[in-house]
């Protein structure tokens, strides 16, 4: 019983944390805090840095909410990363941020949501930010 | 005055529209080029060879210039933002730097580093006219015998004083040397292995692209993958007053560092920006922000790298003696279009070389004013993936390499020598040394060619290789580099307490990088060159 948030340093990574530590208090389930880069490029804004981490940590910790959090920087793109940890701990829940992306941007960028969306095997709760 | 009256020539060819767009372009390639670390100007100049073919001689140095200044300057945007220097001359401002963004002030940092740099490099650039013409003068009354002598000292001084093994510096020369050598040139087949393609030699353009632009993106290739920074991030760069008057004295003093070093073979832009360093810290009023962020450990290092910069083109145009390997890349430029490098430079190419320390200028002033106001920008450019970069270098080299004799034989050699250049790399072999050998190999053997065919092949006769004092001076300089290390293992045996060496000058934590916590193993740290080992990599380094 886990509860899968794929995390950036972003309103709309900030929104959804929010939400999924709610649903996990709410179902009293182990949250999964999944924080990943491709790591191709030299700079990476959305991969969080040690001490936003660390906040994260004492924050779930003060909730007392069983967590875990991963960074992965395999390679992959954040959408695969999600769905890959959702698999892997058999998750009922994943909770992502939505952005407003226009057709074309996604069309030429893709759309981590909309993948995550559309292969996920479990509910998806998509939040925007507040 | 001549000189004045050739330097406003230069400016009149300089700063006609399309050569002005040649420094533009020139100029905004080199900032990217040295922001992004690993890429570096030797490499771009050694991509733009075979394109600049169909260029005219001036548009294309002038391009070179550009991309040759830029390069350092871009270079001191990533020291300061990330830590991570874009080359290893920006490895000294990474400390100061990276402190003073770190305590919200990056945009003083970066001021103060490209300010300084405008100050040195159009100082610098004005002492190479000044004295470039008078090293000419000296040159040209040298023979054969003292002109042999100094391309070997050149060729020792950069093997066996930069980088950390000697032991590697000479393979590397001795590959350079070998690879020079192939050909018919001499008037008789060496190293040819029987394939007819190769007698008339290895042109040095697909070496140049090769262990630049190929190894170097084999060897990025190979550790893809590392944990992504945080760049700090910074509005409009400008400067306080306090600032203004803690910087000005730190930029002469650079200068005053970085022009001599650049000048003398060897002397690359490392250790002026390290004496720089350490002055600045001795002489301020402020030594106990040193290691915090002091400014004039930003702007002295800065100023000094460029006025190396400038110094390095002084052996450069006067004698046809590259001391960085984008000086090298230049010459071998030259000599693509057919002009003979050394001392004859001024005389037959006036107008060229004139052209060239005009736009040196030029070059300087547009820096000024594009990267004052677009340093956020340059920022925002290491956020590309690196994986479409460097794809892009390697369509270019292929492309390069093949258009120079458009001949596909040219691309198995590519290949071959893009593999030398990835295994150097792998194995801490250093490329400027090799380079080198390349270039002033097969000119070494035609002035020992020379200085022989004048002693009637006696080679320590009267008018042999030791006939002119010039030429005993510089072997015996030659004799004291080589023997310099085992004097100095004896004295230290000797007095083991009173010699220490000064400390390491990187900076010792690459800060900003989050342990993973989870697949460690599968991301590969693999740390920079740039930032890893300044003095084994003249190749994307110092230039």
Redesign the interface.
Known sequence: MTIVVGYVPTPEGEAALTQAIAEARKSNTTLLVINS?????????R????PE?QSIEDRLAIQGIDHV???????HDAAAEVLDAAEEHNADLIVIGLRRRTPVGKLIMGSTSQRILLEADCPVLAVKAG | MDVWSSLMDGFATALTPMNLLYAVIGVLLGTAVGV??GLGPAMTVALLLPVTQVLEPTSAFIMFAGIYYGGMYGGSTTSIL?N?PGESSSVITAIEGNKMAKAGRAAQALATAAIGSFVAGTIGTALLAMFAPIVVQFAVSLGSPSYFAIMVLALLAVTAVLGSSRLRGFSALGLGLAIGLVGAGSGQARLTFGIPLLTDGIDIVVVAVAIFALGEALWVAAH????????IPVGQPWMGKSDWKRSWKPWLRGTAFGFPFGALPAGGAEIPTFLSYVTEKRLSKHPEEFGHGAIEGVAGPEAANNASAAGTLTPMLALGLPTNATAAVMLAAFTGYGIQPGPQLFASQGPLVWALIASLFIGNFLLLIINLPLAPLW?KL??????YLYAGILFFATLGAYSVNLQAFDLVLLLVFGALGFMMRRFGLPVLPLILGVILGPRLEDQLRKALKLSGGDPLGPNGLFGEPIAVVVYIIVAIILVWPLLFKLYRRARPAAVSMPATSMPATRS?A??????GG??SHGSHRADGNPGGDGGDGDG
């Open positions: 880069s491709k790591g191709d490029s030299l700079v990476d804004n991969y969080a840095l040690e981490i959090i991963k960074q992965p920087v395999r390679g | 992004l670390p990330l991570t893809l993958r590392r944990t992504p920074l945080h760049a920022a290491l956020q590309l993936p690196r994986p900003g989050s342990e993973p916590q989870e697949a599968a991301v």
